[in-house]
């Protein structure tokens, strides 16, 4: 095969490439801030929801989520000030106060006890996937502004 048959090319690739994501870095770093803003109000709600109906005080003494931006993270603060908050949101543990072992209104599983209106805690079901729902809802942001 002689020389004259064949083709060469040469692609820089990067450059190419390069030129596709300018601007990218900004919308995206945009697209995730918002993303976790609005997954944490989410989470913010399921805990809510999740938090057990006593005469209202447990529910109620949630403060509204404090959220904090900044030198790419996104931070969520909530506190809930009622004495017995720590063992309601965690469990907890078991042999100890204020629920050595289970009873009526409460289970025990693996080595806690938990309130039969949140087994498992409030706070740790929530959080399980949080990652996930994120990547996700960034995606979908990122797809929506016509991202690469």
Do not use: C
Request: cysteine-free; overall charge positive.
């Amino acid at each position: 095969m002689s020389d004259r048959h064949h083709v060469s090319l040469k692609v820089d690739g990067l450059a190419a490439i390069k030129e596709k994501l300018k601007g990218f870095e900004a919308d995206a770093l945009e697209t995730v801030s918002d993303q976790l803003r609005a997954v944490s109000l989410k989470m913010y709600g399921e805990i809510l929801t999740r938090s057990p109906v006593d005469t209202g005080r447990y529910r109620a003494a949630w403060s509204p989520p404090s959220i904090e931006e900044g030198q790419m993270v996104v931070r969520m603060r909530i506190t809930n000030s009622v004495k017995y908050a720590a063992p309601v949101t965690f469990g907890g543990e078991a042999g100890k106060a204020p629920w050595p072992d289970a009873g009526p209104k409460t289970v025990k599983q693996a080595a806690r006890v938990y309130s039969r209106q949140a087994v498992g805690g409030v706070v740790a079901p929530v959080f399980e996937g949080w990652a996930d729902d994120v990547t996700r809802e960034i995606l979908r942001g990122l797809d929506r502004k016509g991202m690469p």
